[in-house]
Nanobody
Framework: QVQLVESGGGLVQPGGSLRLSCAAS????????MEWYRQAPGKQRELVAT???????HYDGSVKGRFTISSGAAKNTVYLQMNSLKPEDTATYYC?????????WGQGTQVTVSS
């Protein structure tokens, strides 16, 4: 069973930065699709960023140019660098790894952007 553990969330002022981490147990991400989602209170979970097995990245329009998804050298940690944060980025952020019909979610990490 793969476990994903997110970390790096917290309270930050508008315009600030945070880096989220998602570490996987027992496996590397090499052949998995890695994604970051977020869910704000009262809203549906939405896809924020994607990292494909081939290394391609995709971003939701609301975060493009501000967020960067990447993986560590050991390929068992994926990061979400978040810059120029806005109050509307406030949400619980989740990472997900998937391949074929298998998928795994982390427990989520809270990001609050407020002055």
């Amino acid at each position: 069973q793969v476990q994903l553990v997110e970390s790096g969330g917290g309270l930050v002022q508008p315009g600030g930065s945070l880096r989220l981490s998602c570490a996987a147990s027992r496996t590397a991400f090499t052949r998995y699709l890695m994604e970051w989602y977020r869910q704000a209170p009262g809203k549906q979970r939405e896809l924020v960023a994607t990292l494909t097995p081939g290394g391609n990245t995709h971003y939701d329009g609301s975060v493009k140019g501000r967020f960067t998804i990447s993986s560590g050298a050991a390929k068992n940690t994926v990061y979400l660098q978040m810059n120029s944060l806005k109050p509307e980025d406030t949400a619980t952020y989740y990472c997900k790894m998937s391949r074929a019909s298998s998928y795994y979610w982390g427990q989520g990490t809270q990001v609050t952007v407020s002055s």
